[in-house]
């Protein structure tokens, strides 16, 4: 059953989604050849728990950390370790809090120093897909239209949609209904109405589509070794378009939540 969230919801989603946003630009800066996704999920445990709130993901499922850290290969769900990371890397930090009831969830794909041309083309392809899956996000537009737009965006550049894993309506739960795959004809599936809050999360890969998960039961890597990236903001399906929640609250959009861009 898809949920409908009233203004006074989305103020409560936007502070959860904009302390992710917080701890997801603090956690950016500390990317750097040497430290460790351990590290980095010790440090957004902290901050979650400073401010308040919950790590979304911590025990959900058995999951055992505060972030999903995706390295290289690896697509999504990827457990923090004490491996460092080096030079040209890429690392996927996906994160979610629960915050007065609500959750916030959002992910971006970071490289560690320099990267190559090709890592750097596939970060921006799939963060460009992202940004044409919300301009989707519109009342009256179809499930479908979000994930057909991400299709496209991808694969006019060469590049591959993951299958196996969609995005999702997010609120008082971290994942609702609807779900919201990432490739797909358009026009299809429910129709999209004020109030929907929607999880968007393209996952791409430099090389094929297929993916498999490793023994830890929970790593999604690329079957044929090749680069993933991953890039999710949770947004606001309202009658004026699509609001981006999961940006940090500054003083220029403090007082006007419902035109967050």
């Known amino acids: 059953m898809i949920t409908y969230k009233s203004p006074a919801d989305l103020e409560r989603m936007r502070t959860a989604n904009a302390l992710v946003a917080d701890v997801l630009s603090k956690l950016k800066k500390m990317v750097v050849p040497g430290i460790t996704t351990l590290e980095l999920d010790a440090s957004a445990e902290a901050w979650v728990r400073e401010a308040g709130a ?28 004490q491996k460092p990371l080096l030079a040209g890397d890429i690392v996927s930090i996906d994160m979610g809090v629960v915050l007065d009831g609500f959750y ?6 970071v490289g ?9 083309f ?7 897909a992202l940004t044409q899956s ?3 996000a519109r009342v009256g537009s179809r499930v479908s239209d979000l994930g057909h737009a ?9 590049l591959s949609v993951v299958r196996e894993f969609v995005g999702h309506g997010i609120g008082t739960s971290l994942h609702e209904e609807p779900q919201i795959p990432n490739y797909g004809d358009p026009g299809h ?8 809050v929607l999880a968007i999360e393209p996952m791409v890969n430099m090389g094929l589509p297929g993916v498999r998960v490793l023994d830890d039961g929970w790593t999604a890597v690329t079957k044929d070794g090749s680069l993933s990236a991953h890039f999710e903001h949770t947004v606001a399906v309202t009658a004026d378009g699509p609001v981006v929640l999961s940006v ?3 003083k220029e959009n403090r007082a006007d939540p419902i035109h967050v861009s």
């Open 189 to 196: 599936g429910p129709r999209l109405a004020e109030g929907m």
């Open 54 to 81: 919950l790590p979304a993901f911590k025990g959900y499922q058995g999951f055992p950390a505060t972030l999903c850290t995706s390295v290289n290969e690896a697509v999504v769900h990827g457990i923090p370790n």
């Open 150 to 158: 991400v299709q496209k965006c991808v694969e006019k550049n060469g």
């Open 104 to 109: 916030g969830d959002s992910a971006v794909t």
């Open 134 to 136: 919300i301009k989707c």
């Open 122 to 128: 596939l970060l921006n392809v799939t963060e460009e």
């Open 112 to 120: 560690v120093d320099s990267i190559s041309e090709r890592a750097s």
């Open 248 to 250: 940090p609250i500054t």
